[in-house]
Each structure stands twice: as structure tokens, then as C-alpha cells.
């Protein structure tokens, strides 16, 4: 164990012994340097690693302090035990189904994979769209082609260097939405037969699209909070010709897990090593609560083995349908199989998002949009530790929009989702987050909607009916 894990490990004792209690403030980074005679950079990483587990949270200028309040202190999931098959996949007709649900607004939407749409900035985009259509260049519509705006690409690049992230906006390619670059990065690495490396659970479109092309699934055991499993990788890699890997390593979809940074530095020399190429969907980074946005694998890649996959999706322009994928070395692969299947993504859309960024109000919305969702976050866990009967467990992600919860072995997710929605309430069911139907007994719940008294009554009518299966 590395110096800074046994630090956090330490803190962590002192957190759960009830020595540092919700809302104390803990050592500052000088503090911890000068009393365990470790560097800074230790002392940061350690604080990472807990605000990567939900322990503690920044507050500006201030430092940082023990976060959630006792009251909702359900454990975290187990991590999965199994060690890694190869599967062939058949995506259920109940993600067709959940889909179904989610265009539905009588459900009342906790198994959605979407946030609520009225967190967005219409006006503004709006206006956008309005006036960068007006002063268009009939020429860019044509210039504009696969891969893309050349503002638009460099607006993204420059958005990376923020984060310590180098990207040339050469090997940028403009998508319709982060799904489609992740597909074309499946379908430009490998051909029918091949083995791919995914998390375990796993995004459910990350199987559908395996199965569409032909592909074996390798499931990584993933920790609810840390994420894939690396030990695991390199044993699987051993064993199963893996072609390429494909991972969320920031609040990884369902689970909420981000990788520390130590931890996908690892994965990235695991891979280069072995050269294998990492599909990196990063969609949900910009949606953190602590004070940076965790860096992506991508930030490690020095031979351009990672493809990094992002959105304006789930933080700006819902429905725009607007993403990237920033392709390393399978750059130019990825830019004429783009050309081969759709040509190019609205041009219009990706001018107005391109003024956007350059001129204002992008970070404005994102820094409000963050403090929004961790409040939901609180709430929904607050709802689920009052209303929930005891022995679930529950994840407490440093970002994004879900929970994940684990409940005693007697409570069966497909039913909990059938009777569910026979209420009028959606959830998303374990299974479908698998390939061999894993997961029965936990549910991913969305809090990205405003916890209104109607979500706090659908977490009371879903513990009434767990509490029944539990005793029955
Ligand atoms: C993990 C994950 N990746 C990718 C996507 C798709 O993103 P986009 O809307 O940009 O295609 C989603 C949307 O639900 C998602 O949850």
C-alpha cells in the first residue's frame, strides 16, 4: 500500500471511529505534512482519495471538512467477487423498456440515466444558436465536416489543458454525442470474435453495443468507490486475448466510482504496456462536488493508447446531441468512419456551442449545476436512510447524478422494478447493468431530479414494498 492510501486509510478510521465527526474540520494539508512528516503532494493525494469516497469535502478557501451526516450513514456496497469470464451478450428488452419509462412524465423518474431537463440553460442556448446562426458562413457547412468545428475542437482542447489534460484538437472528432464516438471507437478497434474488457456493472449501451458488434464482454470486478479493479485487468489480460478496454473512470455509470488518480495512472501504464487501446467514456467528469474535476486517464497517455469520450450532454445541451472523442493515435480512423456513417454533426449546433464556450457563462452554469446535483445527492440520501428498511447499502459518489444500492439477498430487483412501476415509479434494475443478469438485488436510483416531496413519497412507497419482500 502506498504511503498516501495509508494515510486515508488512517483518516478514515478516525472518521468512522467518530474521532473527526460530520462537518469537523480536518488537518489542513500543512498541518498533516508538518505532523506526519509526509510531502504535500502526499498529504493531497490522501485528501483526494477521501473525497473520492464521499469522507470529506472542500469548502473554498476554508479547507476540508468530514462530509455526510450520520443520519443516512448506510454502508457502501460490498465489492463484487467475480473473477473475470468472457461473455457473449444479449442485451435484455428491459433496457428497451426503462427507456420506454424514462419518455414517460407521469413516471416518476429514478431509474432514468438522464438529469432533469429543467436544469438547463434554454435561454441562453437559445440565444446562442439564434445568433451564431444569423453570422454563419454558408462555407462552414462545408468546412465544418468530420472531424468537425476547428473552434469548437480547439474550444474543447483548451478546456482539457485546464484540467492538466493535454489534448491537440487534431485529434479531436466531433460526435453526435459522446455514444457515438464510443461506438466508433468499438467498431475501429476490433472485429467480430474479440474480447473487450468492461467494468462489472457496466453502462448498459457499453453492452448493447458489444452485442451489435459481435464482440465478447471480459467483466472487471469494479469497486463501488475506486473503480475497475487493476490487479484484476492485468490477471484478465493474461488470460483473455483483450483487444481493448472500456471504462468510465470518473463517477463510473452505475456505480458512482471514480478512480483515484494514482489508480489510473496504473491502469495506464497496465495498458500501454500490453498495448492495448482504452476507451475512456468521461461524461459525467465536469459534474464533481469537490473543488477539481478528477483528471482522466487520458492525462497519463503519453503513446495516445486512450480515447477519451465526452459530452455536452449530461452538464449543457441536453438533446443537442453534442460530443467528442479525443482519439489519440486511432484519430484518423475514427474521422473517416465518422465520414462513412453520418458525414458530420449538425453544423449549426456545433457553432453555437463553439460561441458559447468562448464567450461566457459556460463555467457560471457548470459551478451551479454541481452544487445543485450534491444537494440532491444529500437529499436523496437523507430520503433513502429514513425510508429504506435497514441492511441496504448505498454508494456516496463524489459527482454526478447516481446511487447505487445494494439490498439484503431476500429483495429481487426485476420484481422491486415490476411492482415499481406498476406504482408509477421507475428504477433501473441491476441486471441490466450485467451480462450474465448479476446484480439482482441492487438498483441504480437517478437524483438528478429536484428532490420535491413527490420523490421523497416514491423512495417511501419502494421502502414499503422492500420491507414486505424482507419479511415475506
Ligand atoms: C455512461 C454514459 N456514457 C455515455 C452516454 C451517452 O452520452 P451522449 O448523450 O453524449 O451520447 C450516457 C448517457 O446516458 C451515459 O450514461
Known amino acids: 500500500m502506498r504511503l498516501y492510501q495509508e494515510l486515508a486509510d488512517q483518516l478514515a478510521g478516525l472518521i468512522r471511529e467518530g474521532t473527526l465527526k460530520p462537518g469537523d474540520?480536518?488537518?489542513?494539508?500543512?498541518?498533516?505534512?508538518?505532523?506526519?512528516?509526509?510531502?504535500?503532494?502526499?498529504?493531497?493525494?490522501?485528501?483526494?482519495?477521501?473525497?473520492?469516497?464521499?469522507?470529506?469535502?472542500?469548502?473554498?478557501?476554508?479547507?476540508?471538512?468530514?462530509?455526510?451526516?450520520?443520519?443516512?450513514?448506510?454502508?457502501?456496497?460490498?465489492?463484487?467477487?467475480?473473477?473475470?469470464?468472457?461473455?457473449?451478450v444479449d442485451v435484455s428488452e428491459l433496457v428497451f423498456q426503462l427507456l420506454d419509462a424514462v419518455r414517460d412524465r407521469q413516471v416518476i423518474p429514478l431509474g432514468s440515466a438522464f438529469p432533469s431537463p429543467l436544469l438547463f440553460p434554454w435561454a441562453k442556448l437559445a440565444r446562442y444558436l439564434g445568433s451564431s446562426a444569423r453570422r454563419?458562413?454558408?462555407?462552414?457547412?462545408?468546412?465544418?465536416?468530420?472531424?468537425?468545428?476547428?473552434?469548437?475542437?480547439?474550444?474543447?482542447?483548451?478546456?482539457?489543458?485546464?484540467?492538466?489534460?493535454?489534448?491537440?484538437?487534431?485529434?479531436?472528432?466531433?460526435?453526435?454525442?459522446?455514444?457515438?464516438?464510443?461506438?466508433?471507437?468499438?467498431?475501429?478497434?476490433?472485429?467480430?470474435?474479440?474480447?473487450?474488457?468492461?467494468?462489472?456493472?457496466?453502462?448498459?449501451?457499453?453492452?448493447?453495443?458489444?452485442?451489435?458488434?459481435?464482440?465478447k464482454a471480459v467483466e472487471i470486478p469494479t469497486h463501488p468507490s475506486e473503480g475497475v479493479e487493476v490487479g484484476a485487468l492485468a490477471q484478465a489480460i493474461e488470460k483473455h486475448s483483450i483487444r481493448a478496454c472500456w471504462f468510465m473512470t470518473s463517477f463510473q455509470n452505475p456505480l458512482g466510482a471514480t478512480m483515484p488518480e494514482a489508480k489510473k495512472r496504473e491502469l495506464v501504464a497496465l495498458l500501454e504496456k500490453h498495448e492495448i487501446p482504452l476507451i475512456e467514456d468521461d461524461v459525467y467528469a465536469e459534474l464533481y462536488f469537490g473543488r477539481d474535476r478528477p483528471r482522466p486517464a487520458k492525462a497519463f497517455d503519453s503513446k495516445g493508447f486512450v480515447l477519451n469520450a465526452g459530452s455536452f450532454s449530461k452538464c449543457l445541451a441536453p438533446g443537442y446531441r453534442l460530443g467528442w472523442i479525443a482519439a489519440g493515435r486511432f484519430a484518423q480512423d475514427i474521422q473517416r468512419r465518422k465520414i462513412m456513417t453520418t458525414l458530420s454533426t449538425s453544423i449549426p449546433v456545433q457553432e453555437a456551442i463553439a460561441l458559447l464556450l468562448r464567450q461566457d457563462g459556460y463555467d457560471a452554469h457548470l459551478a451551479k449545476l454541481r452544487r445543485i446535483l450534491a444537494a440532491q445527492q444529500a437529499a436523496a440520501l437523507k430520503s433513502l436512510g429514513s425510508h429504506f428498511p435497514s441492511g441496504f447499502r448505498v454508494t456516496r459518489p463524489a459527482g454526478g447524478y447516481f446511487l447505487w444500492v445494494e439490498f439484503p439477498r431476500g429483495v429481487d430487483a426485476l420484481e422491486l422494478h415490476r411492482l415499481a412501476l406498476e406504482e408509477g415509479i421507475g428504477l433501473a434494475p441491476g441486471p441490466i447493468f450485467s451480462p450474465r443478469r448479476e446484480f439482482r438485488n441492487c438498483v441504480r436510483l437517478n437524483c438528478g431530479h429536484p428532490w420535491t416531496a413527490e420523490m421523497e413519497g416514491a423512495v417511501r412507497v419502494l421502502g414499503r414494498i422492500c420491507a414486505a419482500k424482507k419479511e415475506g
Open 25 to 88: 474540520r480536518v488537518p489542513s494539508v500543512r498541518e498533516i505534512c508538518r505532523e506526519r512528516r509526509v510531502s504535500p503532494a502526499t498529504a493531497m493525494r490522501a485528501y483526494e482519495l477521501l473525497e473520492s469516497r464521499g469522507l470529506v469535502e472542500t469548502r473554498p478557501r476554508s479547507g476540508y471538512y468530514v462530509s455526510a451526516p450520520a443520519r443516512d450513514a448506510a454502508p457502501e456496497p460490498r465489492r463484487a467477487r467475480s473473477t473475470a469470464r468472457s461473455t457473449r
Open 136 to 215: 454563419m458562413d454558408p462555407w462552414t457547412t462545408v468546412e465544418g465536416l468530420s472531424p468537425g468545428s476547428s473552434e469548437l475542437r480547439r474550444q474543447i482542447a483548451r478546456r482539457y489543458l485546464r484540467f492538466g489534460t493535454k489534448v491537440s484538437a487534431d485529434e479531436i472528432v466531433i460526435t453526435s454525442g459522446a455514444l457515438e464516438g464510443l461506438n466508433l471507437a468499438l467498431s475501429a478497434l476490433t472485429r467480430p470474435g474479440d474480447s473487450v474488457a468492461i467494468e462489472s456493472p457496466a453502462f448498459y449501451a457499453c453492452l448493447q453495443a458489444i452485442e451489435t458488434l459481435g464482440l
